[in-house]
Every structure is written in structure tokens, then in C-alpha cells.
């Protein structure tokens, strides 16, 4: 009777261990699918400096700017992503050239380069919206050697954010990004804030999983 107990008692922690390995399977493949489907609706902008120093930080913010100014009014007639793409890719010359004028005026002796394409970008909260890990197209401006700090936002639908105290993405820019995803995509950008403290919703049970067997 002890050993039949024993065996039932087992074979129930296996049956749990197998049924928690599948959940966190199954959470991790939806993650997984979510993230894509969220960086497959948006584009990036990536601006990075020369180096560390105090003058090339200060130069990015400048060459970020002179681009920012031209490009979000064209990405404000932009209804999809495809048609936001269609407008970058005719700009990248003109993006170039204005960035240079940038470095030219202020006496730099480096180029940039601008170019749209995938690269990786970490889990990145803009107003009331975090963005998940993940590789995202984006229209990426190398100043120089590349080798100072960065800065980054989302260009479509139009999320950049100059002022660090804005708490809140503008609605028209929200209303696209819904219009792009589905609403579980969308809700899982939300942050909730209580007493001062944004909370974002993850699957932890996935995050776990993921990093235990890494």
C-alpha cells in the first residue's frame, strides 16, 4: 500500500513537472509571436554617437533633432508601415546630407551614415507604452566610428519623445499603433501606474522558463 502511494504520489509531481514545462512552452511561444508581430508594425529610429565624450553626446542630440524635424511630419501622413517605409527609403540621401550639414557646421571631421534596416533593440518605455525586446527595422544614423552611447525612439507610428517629461504618447500616434496590432498585442504595451510607479505586464512564468534553461 506504502510503495502504491509512493508511486501515485510521483507519478502526480511528474504529471504537474510535464504540465508546467508545456504552459511555459506554450506562454513563451505566444510571447515570442507577440513580440514579432509588435516589431513587425513599427520602425525605430537609432542615432549613434561617435564616442562618449561630452562634445559628440552633444552632437547626436543636434543631428537628432535637424532629422526628427523633417521626418515626423512626413511620417504623420504615413497610414501603414509599408507606406512609412516607401517615404524613408526616399529620404536616406536627403537624411545623410542633413546630418553631415550638422557635423560640418560644428567643425567635426567625421560623416555620418544613415541607413534603414533590422537590428536589435532592448525593452525600451516611451510615455505610457513599453516596447518589448526584440529585432525592429529601423532608420539607424552612425556618426563616425560609432562608439559612443545612443539614443532611440519609435518613428512609426510617430512615438518620439523629446521632452523626458511627457508622460503620455500622443492619441493619434496610439490609434495607428492599434490599427496595427491586435488588442492583446496592444494592451501588452500598456503600463499601469500606481503611487508614482509604472508597472508593465510580462509573462513571467515564460521569462522564467526561458531563462533557466538558457
Not at 515626423?72 to 542633413?98: F, N, V, Y
Not at 518613428?155 to 492619441?171: I, N, R, W
Request: overall charge neutral; hydrophobic content about 35%; aromatic content about 10%.
Amino acid at each position: 500500500m506504502k510503495e502504491y502511494i509512493q508511486y501515485n504520489i510521483k507519478n502526480i509531481f511528474i504529471t504537474v513537472f510535464v504540465v508546467l514545462i508545456w504552459t511555459a512552452l506554450a506562454i513563451q511561444c505566444k510571447k515570442a509571436q507577440m513580440q514579432k508581430d509588435i516589431s513587425d508594425a513599427v520602425i525605430r529610429f537609432h542615432v549613434i554617437a561617435n564616442s562618449d565624450s561630452k562634445e559628440d553626446q552633444a552632437i547626436k542630440y543636434k543631428v537628432r533633432d535637424e532629422i526628427l524635424q523633417d521626418v515626423q511630419s512626413a511620417m504623420e501622413k504615413a497610414k501603414t508601415k509599408k507606406d512609412a517605409k516607401k517615404i524613408l527609403c526616399s529620404q536616406l540621401d536627403d537624411l545623410t546630407e542633413k546630418a553631415n550639414q550638422v557635423l560640418s557646421t560644428e567643425g567635426m571631421d567625421y560623416k555620418a551614415n544613415v541607413v534603414l534596416e533590422k537590428t536589435k533593440f532592448p525593452v525600451k518605455t516611451y510615455g505610457d507604452l513599453t516596447f518589448p525586446e526584440g529585432d525592429y527595422e529601423a532608420v539607424r544614423v552612425l556618426l563616425g566610428s560609432g562608439g559612443g552611447h545612443n539614443w532611440w525612439c519609435v518613428m512609426f507610428p510617430t512615438l518620439c519623445l523629446l521632452d523626458g517629461a511627457c508622460e503620455k504618447v500622443p492619441t493619434k500616434s496610439k490609434e495607428k499603433l492599434q490599427d496595427a496590432l491586435t488588442e492583446g498585442e496592444y494592451n501588452s504595451l500598456l503600463t499601469q501606474e500606481h503611487n508614482g510607479i509604472k508597472y508593465e505586464y510580462r509573462f513571467r512564468l515564460g521569462e522564467w522558463f526561458s531563462k533557466a534553461f538558457r
